[in-house]
């Protein structure tokens, strides 16, 4: 064919013909030279387009052929045929109708739109993926298909959204809503944050409410091959799924859509390894990634060997991600051992504060509340505070004195997330007991996030599983620089504790006072009474 036309009536007429005469559907591949590469016999619903080796390189570039398919049944372009479009990169599909007596009849195409001109469903459905046209008959259609393909490249090398980050793989997101979908979704706007946190560049998300899980995939078969489709159009690399994959449904996912697979514990996992510093967190974040990956190891050479010193596979641990079983055993051994001899040497220093007669007093709560900032702003000090997610992993301790000479020691520990995996509290256990050791326990919440109750549901559940449910709290209110002063009072009513911004210190005094009288209940109680001595 002449190298400017899509489709010629001669070309068009003699695949037709063909079709027709065998009952079945042809398809041809036709490179931009004009010539046809290779001609494809299907059956009477579709054709199976053959392995096709690496697409052309380079961002926005497509593969250099074009699909032509004859229908016989009066159908129009299927969701094969869009499939195909997508996932081989194809520069165009076209279909043509054979008619009864061999003739071409009508014709429609499809190629695929950058993401800037695809626009999302009136009920937030996601957009088309793909521009279809229709022409009555293969006669008269002049357009310039050098020229077509030429702008279509260009648009996609220059589309924003496909623009890559230095250093920072591409990622959607997907949840699974059981019922709850606006839970699932500020679930998944946390799990952007971790995404982000983690070092990966989101470009999507997706949400599927079902009744139950799908015991393959977590999401649908077919909403997972839309994700696929949805991965080859945004240029994404990898796959997160909000919750815990099993280890069938991990190798399941990988090996369906050939993309890296991680799920929420390996990204909370991975983050405490970027954050690791002292010889104990990196023991333990080893630990707690051995623990996971141990009932995976039979999956990883397909399901994770791509996660090899990647988001999900880097830290301690990034180098035990192919021992066997055996060898993981007398790894996990001797971690915990390590971890029990450095676990010794803290229980010492606290068993040496209970000796001074020192109260202690743990700073929990979620995730960026303002733990460690509060430390700072409570005893003057600069430790590390930053506005992300976990950047605390190692307790830090403070000493802060009252007034007549009272004197507590304040310790800030690791931040708690939703669904915090199992393997971090049982490797971070030695850290923890840092809280259940305490005299007193001082919750900090972030009083501006909407998730508020969640986030304090979260921290409880941890609490009971550390078996410090008992132990006296008290509720920090913090960050209400960022709260309308209107609504105060309702938070204070709601939630009781105190209200303070650890950044402007607004709200410092009550919380000190509110510690002290915690702490020293009876002597402050004797104080306040007339004619008794403090």
């Not at 996609?156 to 990622?171: D, I, T």
């Not at 229980?347 to 743990?362: A, E, F, I, W």
């Not at 009513?493 to 210190?505: F, K």
């Amino acid at each position: 064919m002449p190298q400017a036309r899509f489709l010629t009536p001669e070309l068009a007429r003699r695949l037709t013909e063909v079709s027709r005469l065998a009952g079945r559907q042809v398809g041809l591949l036709v490179d931009r030279l004009g010539f046809v590469d290779k001609v494809v016999v299907g059956d009477a619903h579709r054709v199976f387009i053959p392995e096709l080796g690496r697409a052309r390189a380079g961002s926005g570039r497509f593969r250099g052929l074009r699909l032509i398919v004859s229908h016989l049944r009066g159908e129009g372009l299927t969701k094969d045929n869009l499939t195909d479009l997508t996932l081989l990169r194809l520069d165009a599909v076209i279909v043509v109708q054979a008619l009864v007596d061999g003739l071409p009849g009508e014709v429609e195409y499809a190629h695929v739109l950058p993401p800037e001109d695809t626009q999302p469903g009136p009920d937030g459905e996601p957009a088309e993926m793909w521009r279809v046209e229709t022409r009555p008959s293969v006669h008269h259609w002049d357009e310039d298909f050098l020229a077509f393909i030429q702008d279509l490249e260009d648009r996609f090398s220059h589309a924003e959204r496909l623009q890559r980050v230095e250093g920072a793989e591409r990622c959607i997101l997907i949840g699974v809503a059981l019922g709850q979908p606006q839970a699932a979704r500020h679930s998944l706007e946390e799990l952007e944050r971790l995404a982000e946190t983690a070092g990966l560049h989101v470009v999507d998300r997706a949400l599927q409410i079902r009744r139950k899980p799908d015991n393959r995939y977590l999401v649908g078969k077919g909403k997972l091959q839309d994700l696929l489709l949805r991965a080859m159009h945004l240029g994404a690399d990898v796959l997160v799924f909000d919750g815990e994959l099993a280890p069938s449904q991990l190798r399941n996912i990988a090996t369906e859509t050939e993309l890296s697979v991680l799920d929420r514990t390996q990204l909370i996992l991975d983050i405490f390894a970027q954050r690791a510093t002292t010889k104990e967190g990196k023991l333990q974040v080893e630990l707690a990634q051995l623990r996971y990956r141990k009932p995976r190891l039979a999956i990883m050479p397909t399901a994770m060997s791509r996660l090899t010193g990647g988001i999900g596979g880097r830290g301690p641990g990034e180098t035990k991600l192919e021992i066997n079983r055996r060898r993981a055993d007398e790894r996990l051994d001797r971690l915990r051992t390590e971890l029990k001899k450095l676990g010794k040497h803290r229980s010492m220093r606290r068993d040496r504060r209970k000796r001074v007669g020192l109260p202690l007093v743990s700073i929990v709560g979620y995730t960026n509340a303002g733990k460690s900032t509060l430390l700072n702003r409570m005893t003057n000090s600069a430790v590390d505070a930053e506005d992300k997610l976990f950047a605390t992993l190692d307790p830090t301790s403070r000493r802060m004195r009252f007034p007549e000479e009272r004197e507590v020691i304040l310790t800030d520990t690791v931040g708690f997330i939703r669904e915090l995996p199992k393997e971090l509290v049982e490797a971070f256990r030695s850290t923890l007991e840092e809280v259940v050791e305490a005299d007193l326990i001082l919750h900090v919440v972030d009083a501006s996030d909407e998730e508020i109750d969640t986030h304090i549901a979260a921290v409880e559940e941890v609490l009971e599983r550390l078996g410090v449910a008992e132990t006296p709290r008290l509720l920090v209110l913090n960050k209400i620089d960022q709260v309308d002063p209107a609504t105060w009072p309702e938070l204070k009513q709601r939630y009781g504790g105190v209200l303070a911004s650890a950044v402007t210190g607004e709200g410092l005094e009550s919380v000190l006072v509110a510690v002290e009288r915690a702490l020293f209940r009876e002597r402050a109680a004797r104080a306040a009474q007339p004619g008794l001595e403090a």
